[in-house]
């Protein structure tokens, strides 16, 4: 029987299959087994099979042995209406000792979409059905006979799609992964404080306190995995992204709302088009020009098991074993289940996070030639041991992303009486032997305190974290006088971790523990440190000054953490300033550093900072990005005295900053004032005229005069200019922007209509005339206007972007549209969107009115006219170059392929594979199946202004969205009057009337082939 594999999973994407003949059915486990490639070093075994283990997703080891595994057999369609849900919970046991669980009992049955599960007080706190539940047995008959819904509210849409991996962290929190679907939680366990109003989850992750029921939103927003690391970082997931690190939390970005946050994650692996997987199978990874990529990455895992530390991954060197890996050695994995794989990153510090060690591998940790392996989960086992759950199945994918014929076809339910759980480990028995912890499991969870001792302080991270999970849930806090022992300076950093994070759980922290601490030998002990110093009152002289020795720490994440505690602390001596402009300045700090500071400093003191760092010395490329940020920072504040004191700080100066120290300056408060609707060029103008500011216009006007060098317009030029690169050229007309002068406003005519210069540079003067104080007349605005129709997509589109950066030229380009002038397909979905969101009733009436003359599409009936056409035609290899001009044209603004585009909604290269009609359907009807993560939203400012865009991050105190050519705009909360999502994709709808027929097939051709278009590549026409 023919079999259809799961190719890559875009999240826009409906469906993408192979039609090649592949493997007839599933293979044995012992023929599975064969058909692995495992590191060297390690050894793969089989732990349970079908029929004890079906479709498993989720495991746990509870404290006896046991192992729990939660099975998704509803996937992918769920039950039939009417019908009780299929997933199950299964306790596995290995009777006999010999390494495989061959006894397996149903816990609990008939449920809806089960996804995780954490063993909690001798039961388990399950997800599933939108609800997190607790289930236990009370009677020992391995049946549950209590349950509760504690939370409730999660998003149901997607089974694959849903809140998952409660996880116990070292806080005592347990936290979820909400599946990028968010949702509205409220909490219904009796014994719990109701909440006042519920809590939604739009991009964010959550958790919840076991015993008191508090709950909240938190940073981060997982798919489907989670995990801490054992020094307390939380690494999350999804499709393209195998391993965030969740790096800020909401609280440490009180102080300074006004910080734009593009993002509270960090890619610690590479990410999207940047990964890399070498697949052994068949399909869209391995082809010899397809760049394999994660497009399913799941059950993130970080790892310094011991057990698993085989160092030296490059192909071809020696491997050895290292029982104490040290700082740079530890481990991220990810599953991959549509490449049949399991990846493996070695981790390093760098700067405040981590990076990947050799992001590029020859060769997979574990990769399969067997296209049924789905490997779709980890964890690690009481004996260090790795252990992967295995759904087992032909097709892994969600329906909701298929076009309508291939929702129903039996192929999507191959393998759901099938799945595996392999167990990876040391090949080296001896380097196994661990005398003083043969012990594997606790009788129950009651037992002596010293054994807790024991598993508390062992090197093994289950045991460790089981002993903590016990001690939690149990809330025996009789422990604590053993474990406050082990908080010295010469204790093990994992052990004086879990002694201190006890502490703070049991609220009995101490000021002697933070110092202990911070004065530890290891400084991931210090960066954990830090953490806590919020939990105690911080008025100690001498916890502050320890906080601020810690900004001179060789080691990134220790600085970092340092800037974070500060803000802890009342303290605003100079002396704070200095250590912070030093360890920033002086270590080459990273965006994370610099986000740091930026939080933890007063409004007020910004300026000062400011000038600390200018003063600072070293080199001004050093500085450039810290001093930009710092005023985009003062300039989203917009106070006008502080503003005033940076244009002094740059103009009135003796002897005068050079221009490379003033224009970071000025180009980050720009962009600041500008997000708050106030031109800069106007402040200056006003600053220059006083009469107290006579040097800082002698020198504002040489600055103007140095900035027209490139073009050959400095009034004092008597040589040819050197030659300027393009990029360069663009950044100064950026910044002429902020300027006032009519020498200036002369030149961006110029630049604007002159049609042999780059695109980039005219783009760049247009941009700074809408920005600038340039008065714009009708007749200026009906000469741009008029410019529309005879330039390329690119100038075509920012030449509308400036009009509708304006009321009386929104009317004007409406009115050329409306004479006939233009064509009403000129304005792009988004650009309409904004348009019919205007207050102005002139606008609004001459836009209703333009939109009713158009003629609506029947979406079937233009699909069927657009296949028919398809059908007869063939994907050739001068039809797909032909088609990468109409990709330039009408996609790239949002879209990336190879080196054209940028990246705003879906990656859509992933498309070799997939059928041209389905293509069709994505192009020609987006909306039919679109993931909400792309829906486009629409904010409205307490002003009018009007912005669209994709949801790209979302704090308490900012909205950003990014829209087309990769820009994100950040907007306060507080200035937004309306926000809400349009419920359509940020697609453009009706795009048949922007592209021919035959211009489609020639598009289509391009997005099958791009990768084959080199000459010296065999391109395989295609007839359809």
Same mark, same amino acid.
């Given at each position: 029987m023919q079999r259809l594999t799961l190719l890559a999973i875009t999240i826009i994407s409906i469906g993408l299959f192979t039609d090649r003949n592949l493997q007839a059915g599933p293979l044995s486990t012992e023929d599975a087994k064969q058909s692995f490639e495992l590191r060297n070093g390690y050894q793969i075994s089989l732990v349970a099979s079908e029929p004890e283990v079906i479709d498993p997703v989720a495991m746990a080891f509870d404290e006896t042995g046991r192992l729990w595994v939660v099975e998704m057999r509803d996937y992918p369609n769920g039950p039939a209406e009417g019908e009780p849900g299929k997933s199950r919970i299964k306790i596995l046991r290995d009777t006999d000792g010999d390494g495989y669980y061959e006894t397996a009992v149903t816990f609990a049955d008939n449920l809806l979409f089960a996804t995780g599960i954490l063993p909690w007080k001798g039961g388990v706190i399950v997800t599933l059905s939108g609800k997190v539940e607790y289930f236990k047995d009370t009677n020992g008959d391995d049946k549950f006979d209590e349950?509760?819904?504690?939370?409730?509210?999660?998003?149901?849409?997607?089974?694959?799609?849903?809140?998952?991996?409660?996880?116990?962290?070292?806080?005592?929190?347990?936290?979820?992964?909400?599946?990028?679907?968010?949702?509205?939680?409220?909490?219904?366990?009796?014994?719990? *404080? %109701? !909440?006042?109003?519920?809590?939604?989850?739009? #991009?964010?992750? @959550?958790?919840? &306190? =076991?015993?008191? /029921?508090?709950?909240?939103?938190?940073?981060?927003?997982?798919?489907?995995?989670?995990?801490?690391?054992?020094?307390?970082?939380?690494?999350?997931?999804?499709?393209?992204?195998?391993?965030?690190?969740?790096?800020?939390?909401?609280?440490?970005?009180?102080?300074?709302?006004?910080?734009?946050?593009?993002?509270?994650?960090?890619?610690?692996?590479?990410?999207?088009?940047?990964?890399?997987?070498?697949?052994?199978?068949?399909?869209?990874?391995?082809?010899?020009?397809?760049?394999?990529?994660?497009?399913?990455?799941?059950?993130?895992?970080?790892?310094?098991? *011991? %057990? !698993?530390?085989?160092?030296?991954?490059?192909? #071809?060197?020696? @491997?050895?074993? &290292? =029982?104490?890996? /040290?700082?740079?050695?530890?481990?991220?994995?990810?599953?991959?289940?549509?490449?049949?794989?399991?990846?493996?990153?070695?981790?390093?510090?760098?700067?405040?996070?981590?990076?990947?060690?050799?992001?590029?591998?020859?060769?997979?940790?574990?990769?399969?030639?067997?296209?049924?392996?789905?490997?779709?989960?980890?964890?690690?086992?009481?004996?260090?041991?790795l252990y992967v759950a295995d759904m087992y199945r032909a097709v892994i994918e969600h329906p909701q992303f298929m076009p309508d014929e291939l929702k129903k076809?039996?192929?999507?339910?191959?393998?759901?009486?099938?799945?595996?759980?392999?167990?990876?480990?040391?090949?080296?028995?001896?380097?196994?032997?661990d005398p003083e912890l043969s012990q594997v499991i606790l009788e129950d969870s009651k037992n002596t305190a010293v054994t807790l001792l024991k598993w508390l302080s062992c090197n093994r991270e289950w045991k460790r974290d089981t002993a903590f999970r016990i001690v939690i849930q149990e809330q025996d806090e009789s422990i604590l006088e053993s474990t406050e022992k082990w908080l010295t300076e010469q204790s093990s950093g994992k052990t004086f971790l879990v002694a201190i994070r006890l502490q703070s759980y049991f609220q009995k922290l101490k000021e002697e523990h933070l110092l202990s601490g911070l004065k530890h030998k290891d400084p991931r002990v210090v960066a954990q440190t830090l953490r806590m110093i919020k939990e105690i009152p911080t008025n100690s002289e001498n916890l502050f000054s320890n906080v601020l020795e810690c900004l001179k720490n060789e080691h990134g994440p220790v600085r970092f953490e340092a800037l974070l505690a500060l803000q802890n602390f009342s303290e605003d001596s100079p002396e704070t300033m200095n250590s912070v402009v030093d360890s920033v300045v002086n270590h080459n700090s990273d965006s994370w550093s610099i986000l740091?500071?930026?939080?933890?400093?007063?409004?007020?003191?910004?300026?000062?900072?400011?000038?600390?760092?200018?003063?600072?010395?070293?080199?001004?490329?050093?500085?450039?990005?810290?001093?930009?940020?710092?005023?985009?920072?003062?300039?989203?504040?917009?106070?006008?005295?502080?503003?005033?004191?940076?244009?002094?700080?740059?103009?009135?100066?003796?002897?005068?900053?050079?221009?490379?120290?003033?224009?970071?300056?000025?180009?980050?408060?720009?962009?600041?004032?500008?997000?708050?609707?106030?031109?800069?060029?106007?402040?200056?103008?006003?600053?220059?005229?006083?009469?107290?500011?006579?040097?800082?216009?002698?020198?504002?006007?040489?600055?103007?005069?140095?900035?027209?060098?490139?073009?050959?317009?400095?009034?004092?030029?008597?040589?040819?200019?050197?030659?300027?690169?393009?990029?360069?050229?663009?950044?100064?007309?950026?910044?002429?922007?902020?300027?006032?002068?009519?020498?200036?406003?002369?030149?961006?005519?110029?630049?604007?209509?002159?049609?042999?210069?780059?695109?980039?540079?005219?783009?760049?003067?247009?941009?700074?005339?809408?920005?600038?104080?340039?008065?714009?007349?009708?007749?200026?605005?009906?000469?741009?206007?008029?410019?529309?129709?005879?330039?390329?997509?690119?100038?075509?589109?920012?030449?509308?972007?400036?009009?509708?950066?304006?009321?009386?030229?929104?009317?004007?380009?409406?009115?050329?549209?409306?004479?006939?002038?233009?064509?009403?397909?000129?304005?792009?979905?988004?650009?309409?969107?904004?348009?019919?969101?205007?207050?102005?009733?002139?606008?609004?009436?001459?836009?209703?009115?333009?939109?009713?003359?158009?003629?609506?599409?029947?979406?079937?009936?233009?699909?069927?006219?657009?296949?028919?056409?398809?059908?007869?035609?063939?994907?050739?290899?001068?039809?797909?170059?032909?088609?990468r001009e109409h990709f330039k044209q009408h996609c790239a603004i949002c879209h990336q392929i190879g080196a054209d585009g940028v990246r705003v909604g879906p990656d859509i290269s992933d498309t070799r594979t997939k059928r041209s009609d389905e293509l069709l359907t994505s192009i020609l009807d987006p909306n039919r199946a679109i993931d909400n993560n792309y829906f486009s939203y629409t904010a409205v400012t307490a002003e009018g202004k009007i912005a669209t865009g994709i949801l790209a991050e979302e704090t308490p105190y900012t909205i950003t969205l990014k829209q087309a050519k990769g820009t994100t705009i950040s907007l306060q909360r507080e200035e937004i009057d309306e926000f809400a999502s349009d419920g359509v994709s940020f697609m453009p709808q009706q795009f048949e009337k922007n592209i021919s027929k035959e211009q489609m097939v020639e598009l289509i051709s391009f997005l099958k082939n791009w990768r084959y278009l080199e000459e010296d590549v065999p391109f395989v026409e295609e007839g359809n």
């Open positions: 349950r509760e819904t504690w939370l409730e509210g999660f998003a149901e849409q997607n089974p694959q799609l849903r809140a998952n991996h409660p996880t116990l962290g070292p806080d005592g929190f347990i936290y979820v992964a909400n599946g990028l679907r968010g949702g509205s939680i409220t909490s219904v366990r009796a014994d719990w *404080p %109701q !909440l006042t109003e519920p809590i939604e989850l739009r #991009g964010k992750d @959550f958790r919840f &306190d =076991p015993q008191t /029921g508090k709950c909240e939103s938190i940073a981060g927003n997982g798919q489907f995995g989670m995990s801490f690391d054992q020094w307390g970082h939380r690494m999350i997931c999804s499709n393209r992204n195998p391993c965030m690190q969740v790096m800020l939390s909401y609280d440490q970005l009180e102080r300074q709302p006004r910080a734009v946050i593009n993002s509270l994650v960090h890619d610690v692996s590479p990410s999207g088009v940047d990964s890399k997987l070498s697949a052994l199978t068949g399909n869209w990874t391995t082809s010899n020009l397809h760049q394999g990529q994660f497009t399913a990455a799941c059950g993130v895992l970080s790892s310094q098991s *011991p %057990q !698993l530390n085989i160092q030296n991954i490059t192909i #071809g060197l020696p @491997f050895k074993r &290292d =029982p104490d890996p /040290g700082l740079n050695n530890f481990f991220i994995y990810a599953c991959d289940p549509t490449a049949n794989l399991i990846h493996r990153d070695q981790i390093k510090y760098s700067g405040s996070t981590f990076a990947a060690v050799e992001p590029h591998q020859e060769k997979e940790f574990l990769a399969s030639s067997d296209e049924w392996f789905r490997p779709v989960n980890l964890k690690i086992g009481p004996d260090g041991s076809r039996p192929d999507l339910t191959l393998g759901n009486d099938r799945g595996r759980i392999w167990k990876i480990k040391d090949e080296d028995p001896v380097f196994l032997e740091a500071t930026l939080l933890l400093f007063d409004s007020e003191q910004l300026d000062e900072l400011l000038n600390s760092v200018l003063e600072s010395k070293i080199s001004i490329t050093q500085k450039s990005e810290l001093t930009q940020q710092i005023a985009e920072l003062i300039g989203r504040i917009n106070d006008a005295e502080q503003v005033e004191d940076v244009l002094s700080t740059l103009f009135q100066q003796t002897p005068p900053r050079s221009s490379s120290e003033i224009k970071p300056v000025l180009s980050g408060l720009g962009a600041g004032l500008k997000s708050r609707g106030v031109k800069l060029s106007n402040a200056i103008a006003m600053f220059m005229n006083k009469p107290e500011h006579m040097l800082a216009k002698q020198q504002i006007a040489s600055l103007t005069e140095e900035l027209k060098l490139p073009f050959g317009k400095n009034e004092n030029q008597v040589v040819q200019p050197r030659k300027y690169p393009l990029q360069e050229k663009v950044q100064v007309i950026s910044l002429m922007e902020y300027l006032p002068g009519g020498s200036i406003r002369v030149l961006l005519d110029e630049l604007i209509v002159e049609p042999t210069l780059p695109v980039d540079l005219r783009i760049a003067a247009l941009n700074s005339l809408a920005g600038g104080d340039h008065e714009i007349t009708p007749e200026q605005t009906q000469n741009l206007v008029t410019l529309i129709r005879s330039e390329t997509p690119a100038m075509r589109r920012e030449l509308i972007e400036f009009c509708l950066k304006s009321t009386p030229r929104t009317l004007t380009l409406l009115e050329s549209i409306d004479q006939g002038k233009l064509k009403f397909r000129e304005l792009a979905g988004d650009q309409q969107t904004r348009i019919a969101r205007s207050r102005d009733q002139a606008v609004s009436a001459l836009y209703n009115k333009l939109k009713s003359s158009q003629k609506e599409s029947n979406r079937d009936a233009v699909l069927a006219a657009y296949k028919a056409n398809l059908d007869q035609q063939k994907l050739d290899r001068p039809a797909a170059i032909r088609g």
